[in-house]
Nanobody
């Protein structure tokens, strides 16, 4: 089993920045691609960004491209989401997800069912 714990959420004004962290523990040797998703009240879970095991491949939802940046530190079993120029519509619970498949398939990175493990989420609130 793999456990994922997100942190770094909070309340920020529009235009501000936050950095989310996700710490993986347990059988982390099974973890390859990782991603961030988010879910706003009354809406379906939405893909945000993904990163391959080595960090050489990244992919972003159009809604966050140019504002958010995903990265990882495999030595510390962590993945990060740097969020800049935040907007009120970015308000959501942000979830970290891990995939045990070593394949990087860009067309699949945005699919929630591609991921095997999920964290509990961290709340991000952007005020206008």
């Amino acid at each position: 089993q793999v456990q994922l714990v997100e942190s770094g959420g909070g309340l920020v004004q529009a235009g501000g920045s936050l950095r989310l962290s996700c710490a993986a523990s347990g059988r982390t040797s099974r973890v390859y691609n990782m991603a961030w998703f988010r879910q706003a009240p009354g809406k379906e879970r939405e893909y945000v960004a993904a990163i391959s095991w080595g960090g050489g491949n990244t992919h972003y939802a159009d809604s966050v491209k140019g504002r958010f940046s995903i990265s990882r530190d495999n030595a510390k079993n962590m993945v990060f989401l740097q969020m800049n120029s935040l907007k009120p519509e970015d308000t959501a619970v942000y979830y970290c997800a891990a995939d045990v498949s070593p394949k990087w398939v860009p067309s699949r990175t945005r699919e929630a069912n591609e991921y095997d493990y999920w964290g509990q989420g961290t709340q991000v609130t952007v005020s206008s």
